[in-house]
């Protein structure tokens, strides 16, 4: 698909979109203290463990390997909080900016897997909170950087971290241990805990999680790019199976979804795109990263 072709997508569905955005836009950049999930697992291995490790091994997926990292941890330093502050010197580059003033100039939200507050350095934004009443720092799923105060998640602009953020060091998901909290906690919120009733909690007008960025997956129609969506992103992956159950329960309530990736063969590749088209979803192939992180925002 070309660019011209994908910005139309953007511009014809511009009053029900939001943005998920994952660290290939930070590895797009190349500067030299951007770290890959390996990089980074494989810098807090030689913070914390007496034992030689040139490389991850295969056969155990980046959460296994931090929960492993967990039990190596004998000095018991806070990872989280290595992993906020190795984050915090990182700087937006110029494809940050292009990309958001445009979804800025959209109204749209964005929903980052990162932890880092890159996307919030590029204007300046501020954090700000939807839920003034219910805060905990372990999952601050109400919190978000903007420029506006938001009764909901859905009216507009702001920059949500789906799986934690480095401002709330405690709530950096990294593990297998902690997905599975992500998951109890928005299944609880979703059906009340109740799996005879499937959307029990979430089909009320002010559910439980209509101030958190869960509401944004399930009214907005998503625009995935720079995320690898790889097998081991047990939350969001669970969380999008979630979201076509609902849809398929609630016709009516159905929304749109593109996941832009570049063009390649290989066959992991064939099975996220199965699993992506089955979910609800358009797989987007362009020729190359430019495209993505430069080209479709001009």
């Known amino acids: 698909m070309t660019t011209t072709e994908i910005k139309e997508i953007i511009t014809r569905n511009q009053g029900d979109i939001a943005f998920v955005i994952g660290n290939g836009i930070n590895r797009y950049s190349k500067h030299a203290e951007i770290l890959s999930w390996d990089d980074l697992l494989m810098s807090l291995w030689e913070k914390v463990s007496l034992h030689t490790l040139t490389k991850r091994p295969n056969g155990v997926s980046l959460t296994e390997f931090y929960d492993i990292l967990e039990l190596e941890n004998i000095h018991e330093k806070n990872m989280q909080k290595i992993v906020a502050d190795l984050m ?11 990309i958001s003033a445009r979804i800025k100039q959209l109204n749209a ?15 300046g934004y501020q954090l700000l909170r939807t839920d003034q009443n219910s805060f905990t720092d372990f999952y601050p799923w109400s919190s978000y950087h903007g420029d506006k105060q938001l009764e909901l998640p859905t009216e ?3 920059i949500w971290y789906v799986n934690g953020m480095i401002n709330y060091h405690r709530s950096i998901r990294l593990g297998l241990g902690h997905y599975m909290g992500c998951v109890e906690r928005a299944r609880t919120l979703l059906h009340k805990g109740n799996e005879e009733r499937l959307f029990s909690g979430k089909n009320v007008s002010n559910w439980k999680g209509y101030k958190t960025w869960l509401h944004i997956v399930f009214n907005k129609s998503l625009f995935i790019f720079g995320l690898g969506l790889e097998e081991n992103e047990i939350f969001l992956r ?9 849809f398929k329960k609630f016709s ?3 929304h749109k979804g593109w996941y832009i990736t ?37």
Do not use: C
Request: proline share 3%.
């Open 88 to 98: 915090s010197a990182w700087i937006p580059q110029s494809h940050h900016y292009l």
């Open 238 to 246: 669970w969380l999008l199976l979630e979201r076509m159950k609902y």
């Open 109 to 123: 939200p964005i929903l980052t897997t990162n932890f880092e507050e890159t996307f919030a350095k590029t204007f």
């Open 156 to 158: 507009g602009f702001g």
């Open 262 to 298: 570049k063009r390649n063969n290989n066959e992991s590749d064939h099975g996220k795109k199965f699993f992506l088209e089955r979910i609800g979803f358009e797989v987007i192939e362009v020729d190359n990263y430019q495209d993505i992180y430069e080209n479709i925002w001009t």
């Open 252 to 254: 009516d309530r159905n």
